[in-house]
């Protein structure tokens, strides 16, 4: 993990929410949640079920519209742009239910993820062979690059649907990285995966951030995983933010431990006996 340089000026974040405030009928999912990622982060982005960590997700890459708030991006606003405009600004994510194409295989499914890349104009239709072909050339190159990083290589031509779960997980994230983000959102990347699956995948999420730059969001139920890899997080409880920090101290905060564990837990997990 990087250690902060304390002499640095404060960066700009990547990412700043302000305010965020989103409902579903009567439910407020969202109560005015504010959020700073920096460059070269991994953000933990944690909570209970149901506390509005998919839904933060859903309003930062435009799937959602914030009924109030601002989503800063690079210091733009991007409030309530389409996912596609949000997509073309660098930022890529994975979703909590596998989202490939069935039928396909591992390597059609990735080479999906250039398509923010590919630019189809009716003058490179008119040269098809020149440039079409030089283009193809280019998003095979790195689609070949991300399989040799994420270690693919051996399944490149299997259905997607035939391998197993941990791989799948492995695909899709192949998949978001092909489209060369500067801003990486995984919503539980390690769902459903074995412990071997998770240091697997946690050392592809570091790699990614050490070794292609990318500054990534992680929304993960696994405490070990976050406390290992993340470098700051942020905890979600009905909708709001009730700690943020450094990983371990976050995650012991008392009124953590009592979002997770309910009232008389923590107070025993506190050592308090009445
Ligand atoms: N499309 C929707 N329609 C209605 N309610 C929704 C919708 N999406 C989310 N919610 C509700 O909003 C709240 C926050 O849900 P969200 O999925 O953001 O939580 P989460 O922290 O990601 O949960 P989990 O860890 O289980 O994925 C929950 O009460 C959920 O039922």
Known sequence: MRAPDASAPPAEPVLSCRGIERS???????????VDVFKGEIFGLVGPNGSGKTTMVN???????????????LGEDVTNLAPHAIAGRGVARTFQNLALFKGMSVLDNILVGRHTHMKPSALATLFYWVWAQREELAHRRIVEEIIDFMQLQDIRDEPVD?????????????????????????????????????EYIARFILDARDERGVTILLIEHHMDVVTAICDRVAVLSYGEIIAQGEPRSAIADPKVVKAYLGERAARRHAGVTA
């Open 24 to 34: 579903f009928g009567g439910l407020k999912a969202l109560k005015g949640v504010d």
């Open 59 to 73: 309003v930062m890459t435009g799937f959602y519209p914030a009924e109030a708030g601002h989503v800063r991006l």
């Open 162 to 198: 035939v391998i197993p779960m941990g791989l799948q997980k492995r695909v899709e994230l192949a998949r978001a990285l092909v489209a060369e983000p500067s801003f990486l959102i995984l919503d539980e990347p390690m769902a459903g995966m074995n412990q071997e699956e998770k």
